[in-house]
């Protein structure tokens, strides 16, 4: 038993036993296991952006196997995929890999003003593909937002029936700019929404030091957010002062010094972990293993 990782349950204390005991699950996986650190790969980004986009950078990883097998070796805590990749893999790594089913997706090929994913698999299939948990994507600030926190409830109710903790994208779009889809306020706002919609697990993009909402502006002048690492502190204080898993995404793919700056940052900063993607499986199986043992040791250099 790990002390770290108990402590952090106890803040889930009111869960049921299944879902309880999949976040163990998840926390006591990997080369991070027991710390309380948690680094995650997702390879949803054939749907979400495309599969040249997302494959051509390393053409093993249009095959399906590739990833968890990537997964495993890295020792992650565990692999989230669509309902697709997820079937075609889950015979050979349920009860060894966390897997965690993204149950809602949405391609790049819609408008931009309401963006709202598609439900495309359900908690019946997590349960029969012997998943750890649900996956979910928000998009605060879409015109659409409010079906999909109506949705989510719902989910999340039957995932918790099923004993499996939802894990929350939260990702502001829709109605702003680029530029306020990462800043501060709204990241910390994504956050607090998900948290308050039932999330176990959140997931939200680095934020910038950009304040976006007026209304919101007077409230952070004494917040400080100059770095990187301060602003992930707020980010996890809006996640109910750190009683809920927040963990940060890679984004796309960039050099190697400046991916592990950002996890230093986000490491210091108290994050629990990265859920890295295209930094990951766009590069070669062996740089990609390499990188992801760095990242794993400055999050066990802060556990
Ligand atoms: P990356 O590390 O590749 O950014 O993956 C994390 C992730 O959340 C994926 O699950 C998702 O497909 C992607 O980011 C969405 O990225 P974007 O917001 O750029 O479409």
């Not at 020792?75 to 060894?96: D, K, Q, T, V």
């Not at 709202?116 to 015109?143: E, F, H, M, N, W």
Request: proline share 6%; net charge neutral.
């Amino acid at each position: 038993m790990s002390e770290r990782v108990e402590q952090i349950l106890a803040n889930y204390a009111g869960e049921n036993p299944g879902v309880i005991g999949n976040l163990r699950r998840l926390m006591n996986t990997g080369r991070l296991a027991g710390t309380g650190k948690i680094v995650i790969l997702p390879v949803d980004q054939g749907f979400e952006h495309g599969p040249a986009r997302s494959f051509a950078p390393n053409p093993p990883g249009y095959d399906p196997a590739y990833h968890p097998a990537l997964a495993v070796e890295a020792g992650c805590n565990g692999y989230a995929a669509p309902l697709g990749f997820i079937e075609s893999i889950a015979h050979r790594y349920a009860g060894e890999l966390p897997l965690i089913l993204k149950v809602n997706n949405s391609d790049s090929l819609g408008g931009p003003d309401t963006p709202c994913s598609a439900l495309t698999s359900a908690v019946d299939d997590a349960v029969r593909l012997g998943c750890s948990a649900i996956g979910y994507t928000i998009y605060p600030g879409s015109g659409l937002r409010n079906q999909m926190y109506q949705d989510l409830r719902d989910l999340i109710n039957e995932a918790r029936a099923a004993g499996l903790p939802s894990i929350v994208w939260s990702y502001p779009r829709g109605s702003m700019s680029k530029e306020g889809e990462t800043a501060i306020d709204v990241a910390a706002y994504a956050a607090q929404i998900a948290c308050q919609l039932g999330a176990h697990v959140v997931k939200v993009k680095p934020p910038t030091e950009v304040v976006y909402q007026d209304a919101a502006k007077k409230s952070y002048e004494n917040i400080p957010i100059g770095t990187l690492a301060e602003r992930v502190r707020h980010v996890v204080q809006a996640a109910f002062g750190g009683k809920r898993i927040v963990i940060f995404s890679g984004g796309a793919a960039k050099g190697t010094a400046a991916v592990l700056e950002e996890v230093g940052e986000i490491a210091k900063g108290g994050g629990y972990g990265s859920i890295v993607g295209r930094n990951a499986f766009q590069r070669s199986n062996k740089d990609a293993v390499k990188l992801l043992h760095d990242i794993m040791d400055l999050y066990a250099a802060q556990a």
